[in-house]
C-alpha cells in the first residue's frame, strides 16, 4: 500500500521562482528519497536523506525532514524550464531491508518560460 | 556506464499472447527490481530480486513471471494478460539489499488488446 502522500499534486510557477513540495508518510522509515520522473520515462534520483539527518543539500534543492511529524519537503530554487517533471518521494520503512521503496502520490510540476 | 537499458520500449500484446520485457544493466549492482506504473500514479513495486535471487514477491498475478538470468540481466515474462495490465513497466537496479538510491530504467509502455 502506497504510505506517502504529496502535496500540492500539481505546481505551476514561473522561470526564476521557487518551488516546494511536500511529502507525508505513515511508518517509521530508514530513509527518504525523492525522485524525478519526466513525462512517461524512467525515474531519476535527486537526494537521499538519512533519518537521522534533518536537511541535505545538492545543487539547487534542498530536502527537509522532519520525523516527528513524519513529513519531508523539496525546495527547488530558481527553477528552470528544464524542471518540468513530476517529483515523488519515496520512503523505506523501518525494520526492512530498505529494498521496499514506497512511492509518494507525486507532485507535477510545471515550470513556465 | 549508469545506464539501465530496457526493452522493448512500446510492447503491444494480445490476451493470449506469451512476451517478455528485458532489462540490462553493466553497474555490477547486485539488487533489481520491476516496477508498474499506471498514469499519473506512482510506481508499484512488483519484485525484487538480491543476488539473483527473488527475494519480494508483492502478490503479484501468475501471469507476471520473472526470472533473472544472471547478475546483469532480468526478464519479465507475460502471459495471458488483461487490459488491466496496460501499464508502463520500469525496471531498476541497486548496489545492493539495503537502502541505495535506485536507477531507472526508461522503461516499457505495454498496452493489451
Known amino acids: 500500500s502506497q504510505q506517502g502522500e504529496e502535496d500540492p499534486q500539481a505546481l505551476s510557477i514561473q522561470e526564476g521562482e521557487n518551488a516546494t513540495m511536500n511529502c507525508s508518510y505513515k511508518?517509521?522509515?530508514?530513509?527518504l528519497q525523492w525522485y524525478r520522473q519526466n513525462s512517461g520515462r524512467g525515474l531519476v534520483h535527486l537526494i537521499l536523506?538519512?533519518?537521522?539527518?534533518r536537511e541535505k543539500h545538492s545543487g539547487r534543492l534542498r530536502v527537509t525532514l522532519d520525523t516527528s511529524k513524519k513529513s519531508s519537503s523539496l525546495l527547488i530554487t530558481a527553477s528552470r524550464a528544464a524542471d518540468t517533471a513530476s517529483y515523488f518521494c519515496?520512503?523505506?520503512?523501518?525494520?526492512?531491508?530498505?529494498?521496499?521503496?514506497?512511492f509518494g502520490e507525486g507532485t507535477q510540476l510545471t515550470v513556465n518560460p | 556506464d549508469t545506464e539501465v537499458t530496457q526493452t522493448p520500449k512500446h510492447l503491444v500484446m494480445g490476451m493470449t499472447n506469451k512476451k517478455s520485457l528485458k532489462c540490462e544493466q553493466h553497474?555490477?549492482?547486485?539488487?533489481m527490481y520491476w516496477y508498474k506504473q499506471k498514469a499519473k500514479k506512482p510506481p508499484e513495486l512488483m519484485f525484487v530480486?538480491?543476488?539473483?535471487?527473488?527475494?519480494i514477491n508483492e502478490s503479484v498475478p501468475s501471469r507476471f513471471s520473472p526470472e533473472c538470468p544472471n547478475s546483469s540481466l532480468l526478464n519479465l515474462h507475460l502471459h495471458a494478460l488483461q487490459p488491466e495490465d496496460s501499464a508502463l513497466y520500469l525496471c531498476?537496479?541497486?548496489?545492493?539489499?539495503?537502502?541505495?538510491?535506485?536507477?531507472f530504467g526508461p522503461g516499457t509502455r505495454l498496452t493489451v488488446t
Open positions: 531498476a537496479s541497486s548496489p545492493g539489499w539495503k537502502a541505495y538510491e535506485q536507477y
Open positions: 511508518t517509521s522509515i530508514n530513509n
Open positions: 536523506i538519512r533519518s537521522n539527518e
Open positions: 519515496a520512503t523505506d520503512a523501518l525494520g526492512t531491508s530498505g529494498s521496499r521503496l514506497t
Open positions: 553497474m555490477g549492482h547486485r539488487a
Open positions: 530480486y538480491s543476488y539473483e535471487k527473488l527475494s
